[in-house]
């Protein structure tokens, strides 16, 4: 089972913040992993020198054998970060986790997902705030879940829970009607 994006920014949560990395980062084009110039940025502010002041966008344009502006397009609109050489790179030069740059698979971060969620025993439910990568809501959980409340006595508690249930319906489906439209992921039900 695949649990990348766990959450949306703001409402929800990103895997890499999951895992404990810093909640700085906006999610990529691609969809899965954290946007790499907004990762470098954060690493390389904190990153000193020798003289123990903060690496400078100048410090690395010199490194890099860039333009200021070069390493500003770097950090503000992703431009040269599809190179998985300077990936490497500037991983290794700030500290940055390798998988915060794409420098890892999707299956390895699964892997450490499912330990992370085992050490704090998190129970993943497929509901609208907690979904798979693939945007999978399971519609036999909101079956049981109205069969359950026509089952029961027709109370104030019973109707409370049937307009419970229908927010969080609408509001699964809403999320993955616009996830859809502003990414190429596939969306499932099931």
Known sequence: MCYHSVVLKGSVIYWWIELGYPD???LGKD?????PGQVVKYYRERKMDDKGKAWTQKNLAKTLGL???GVR???NRDVGMDDFDRRQF???LFGIPPLLLGIITPGEIDVFLEKQRKANKTVVLSTPTSTSRK???DTKEYGEQLRILWTTKKTAEWQSSLEKLSFQSRQGFFLIV???SISSANCYYR
Do not use: M, V
């Open 67 to 69: 333009t200021d502006n």
């Open 73 to 75: 397009d770097i950090e």
């Open 24 to 26: 700085a980062f906006d």
């Open 31 to 35: 969809g899965f992993f954290p946007r």
């Open 90 to 92: 500037l991983s290794k």
């Open 135 to 137: 945007l999978t809501i």
């Open 178 to 180: 616009n996830l859809c």
